[in-house]
């Protein structure tokens, strides 16, 4: 399974992440995002859907802290990261789940809350979110930082957003990423470059996956991310394939 496994050193973590020593796991907490009324772009049916359900899974995996929001805007996303950075201070682990519309522009990844217009490419600076916010805000954590991303949809502002400079890159999906701190992992829904779908059903083939499997008392990581990937690999018919880096 490729370099998607090269997690060894955390795989004890883990395992304290989803329950399997519950007497020595410590405080842990979760945010879970989900935006899917988007005021400026098409909504999005399972984001919403996917939070509630891994809400679900993380409160019954015994975290301690569970904080479920949807369809915020810019403004109230920056509030919840700064309070759910204050909550990870004193936490051994910390978990952002989000669900709803991602992008990259020139290298670098934003989430996409629901008032963002991105009339040009550098709106992004000002209406988005960058991953490297997010990742401030679970870097407190003593332990292990997970950051889960289902947002590698197909760019929906890309046809009317204005490019200020030629060379500023708008790409496919979401751009690869190298975690700069020891001890965080990052989660895609679909591998760098790729798009993932949003399904048939009310959830989307990833967070079905996760739910699933991710929170397997005693399963390290390696293996619950490989179930994950190969479950997404078979309910898209090999057109979407998960990545953690």
């Known amino acids: 399974m490729r370099n998607l496994f090269r997690l060894c050193?955390?795989?004890?973590?883990?395992?304290?992440?989803?329950?399997?020593?519950p007497a020595f796991a410590g405080k842990r907490v979760a945010l879970v995002l989900a935006n899917s009324a988007y005021q400026n772009a098409p909504s999005l049916a399972n984001p919403v859907n996917d939070g509630a359900v891994m809400a679900k899974t993380l409160k019954e995996a015994g975290f301690d802290v569970v904080d479920s929001r949807h369809d915020l805007t810019a403004l109230d996303t920056r509030r919840v990261l700064r309070d759910f950075a204050d909550a990870t201070r004193d936490a051994d682990i910390a978990l952002v789940y989000y669900a709803g519309h991602g992008i990259e522009v020139d290298g670098s990844n934003y989430l996409i809350p629901v008032d963002a217009k991105l009339e040009r490419d550098t709106d992004v600076y000002d209406e988005a979110l960058s991953l490297d916010r997010v990742l401030v805000a679970v870097e407190p954590a003593k332990q292990l930082r997970l950051v889960i991303?289902?947002?590698c949809r197909d760019n929906p502002f890309g046809r009317t957003m204005k490019r200020t400079l030629a060379s500023r890159?708008?790409?496919?999906?979401?751009?690869?990423?190298?975690?700069?701190?020891?001890?965080?992992l990052i989660a895609y829904s679909a591998k760098a470059g790729f798009t993932a779908q949003d399904g048939d059903?009310?959830?989307?083939?990833?967070?079905?996956a996760?739910?699933?499997h991710?929170?397997?008392p005693g399963l390290d990581v390696r293996r619950a991310f490989g179930f994950v990937r190969d479950d997404v690999l078979k309910?898209?018919?090999?057109k979407q394939e998960p990545f953690v880096y």
């Not at 050193?9 to 020593?21: E, I, N, W």
């Not at 999906?173 to 975690?179: D, I, K, M, Y």
């Not at 059903?201 to 079905?208: K, V, Y």
């Open 210 to 212: 996760l739910s699933k």
């Open 9 to 21: 050193p955390l795989l004890l973590t883990v395992a304290l992440l989803f329950g399997a020593y």
């Open 169 to 184: 890159g708008i790409g496919r999906g979401l751009a690869q990423v190298e975690p700069a701190s020891t001890n965080t």
């Open 149 to 151: 991303l289902d947002a």
């Open 201 to 208: 059903g009310a959830n989307s083939p990833f967070t079905i």
């Open 235 to 238: 309910a898209t018919g090999n």
């Open 214 to 216: 991710l929170t397997t």
